[in-house]
């Protein structure tokens, strides 16, 4: 028991009352544990607190010690975050990240079922965080609605990893007796959403057993109901043994095909977590869908300087390099508090420093060897506009007539193109086409133009008003003789 005694930053006779102020409201409520709903004191901000009797776990109890470090070794923003463990003789405290937008079970019950729309976004997301656990050496053995929780944004957050089975690397070489992560032979999860190869017993792969339950998990997102169900255990192993059946007439086609390759019995040939993600009804469901993260950490090699003063202000009794240092720690009351400053702030690039140029017009000319500096300036005398009415400008290559200290050129490292920066550089307006020149000149000189340019009044040039489609379609119907009658009516109007 001393061995697996975690150690809290602040000490383990400190009381959780100090830094957090724990709410009547209980978020959840088990056998063994209740979550509570929690204030931080510094930031006034909203955690989740996981009290866990070790008495009543018993045998259970390494269970919950899995559980923290699977967490403390995965990091993603679909898994719900830990901040902090507090332990005492009797009591183990998890602060958790709160996740206000409740399970993804009450939102199927109150939705009845969800559209293919919202589906492919709630599996995209659990995919992608299962291809990142499954990655890193772990699985989770027990996805249900009931352990996926929203977040205010409404993203997804995995929780509840007391099941997954820890195949990393760190932990097979501690641990000799583990087997790897396709030769597990643990039986656990809920039985509803269990692998047929999980209930016969003998050994499976837990990234297949993920696939499956996450395959059931979408049977109900999308329909509304469990695929298997009944009172009766062993009528329950042999629907699950048999697999899915029938599917609704009213699910697309890449729906139920994926559908029944996730549900597929066998696992050989079983869908892969990979070829999920990068199957047509999520590919081609939603262009938005963000691209596959598969680091541990996001945020723990580099710290938001902003966020780290603020929390400097809360506390100014330690220096910034000690902070510093105990936020890279983690897993203590000071990592919490940037923790959740960082997460108050809005989304920022942390380490980009974006160059601002307002009076600054940059053009790239792609050239093959070196050449000076080359200033588009078109200018008015040295427009051509040839046949085809298309008005071509030319090069000023008179380099003195650019100041040197007003341009930059360099050449792009993994492309041969030079970049010139040119500063205040005027921009003449566009030549306006031929038949508008030869307008404008007929208004200033109407006795001088040539016999061949237009003469007419310029109020017949003027722009018409867009006819609705109602008179369109009057027009369209009338004879063309009627058209043509209404046309000079209108000619004569206009002059």
């Known amino acids: 028991m001393a061995n697996n005694r975690l150690s809290v930053a602040l000490g383990d006779d400190d009381d959780i009352c100090k830094y957090y102020h724990l709410h009547d409201k209980k978020l959840g409520e088990g056998g063994f544990a209740k979550v509570r709903l929690a204030t931080h004191l510094r930031t006034k901000q909203y955690v989740a607190i996981k009290c866990l009797d070790k008495i009543k776990l018993g045998p259970e109890l390494p269970r919950i010690y899995n559980e923290i470090k699977c967490?403390?070794?995965?990091?993603?923003?679909?898994?719900?975050?830990?901040?902090?463990?507090?332990?005492?003789?009797?009591?183990?405290?998890?602060?958790?990240?709160?996740?206000?937008?409740?399970?993804?079970?009450?939102?199927?019950?109150?939705k009845n079922r969800l559209n293919e729309n919202e589906s492919a976004q709630i599996l995209f997301d659990l995919m992608r965080v299962l291809d990142f656990i499954h990655i890193n050496g772990f699985a989770h053995r027990d996805l249900k609605p009931e352990n996926v929780l929203f977040d205010e944004r409404h993203q997804i957050k995995l929780i509840d990893?007391?099941?997954?089975?820890?195949?990393?690397?760190d932990n097979m070489a501690a641990n000799k007796n583990q087997a790897p992560l396709g030769q597990l032979s643990t039986c656990c999860g809920s039985i509803t959403y269990a692998a047929p190869e999980v209930i016969a017993g003998g050994v499976y792969s837990g990234t297949a057993v993920d696939v499956w339950s996450a395959g059931v998990m979408m049977y109900a997102l999308l329909i509304g109901q469990l695929p298997f169900n009944d009172n009766s255990i062993s009528k329950l192993y042999q629907k699950i043994q048999a697999g899915v059946q029938e599917l609704p007439e009213y699910l697309s086609r890449d729906a139920c095909d994926l559908l029944r390759k996730m549900l597929t019995v066998d696992p050989r040939y079983r869908i892969t977590v990979r070829d999920v993600l990068s199957h047509p009804w999520l590919r081609n469901r939603n262009s938005n869908f963000t691209r596959i993260h598969r680091r541990l950490d996001f945020n723990s090699s580099q710290l938001d300087d902003l966020v780290v003063q603020k929390c400097h202000e809360l506390f100014p009794q330690i220096s910034e390099t000690q902070l510093r240092d105990l936020i890279r720690a983690d897993f203590n009351y000071y990592s919490t508090t940037y923790h959740l400053l960082q997460a108050k702030c809005p989304p920022r690039s942390v380490g980009v420093v974006k160059r601002s140029m307002p009076d600054e017009q940059t053009i790239v000319i792609p050239t093959v060897a070196p050449v000076p500096h080359m200033v588009l300036t078109p200018r008015r005398n040295n427009n051509n506009i040839n046949n085809n009415n298309v008005v071509t400008h030319t090069i000023n290559n008179n380099y003195n007539d650019v100041d040197a200290s007003k341009s930059n050129c360099h050449a792009s490292p993994t492309k041969r193109t030079r970049f010139v920066t040119v500063v205040n550089t005027p921009r003449t307006p566009r030549t306006p086409p031929s038949?508008?020149?030869?307008?404008?000149?007929?208004?200033r000189a109407p006795n001088t133009c040539p016999s061949k340019v237009l003469t007419t009044p310029i109020c017949k040039f003027k722009q018409k008003v867009k006819k609705s489609l109602v008179k369109r379609l009057i027009e369209s119907a009338t004879p063309s003789k009627l058209r043509n009658r209404h046309k000079k009516r209108k000619e004569q109007l206009y002059i």
């Open 71 to 110: 967490l403390k070794k995965l990091k993603h923003k679909n898994i719900a975050r830990l901040y902090q463990v507090f332990e005492t003789e009797t009591v183990i405290y998890l602060v958790l990240e709160y996740c206000q937008g409740g399970e993804l079970f009450d939102y199927i019950v109150k």
């Open 435 to 443: 038949y508008l020149r030869r307008l404008h000149e007929t208004k």
């Open 161 to 169: 990893f007391g099941l997954a089975a820890n195949c990393s690397a």
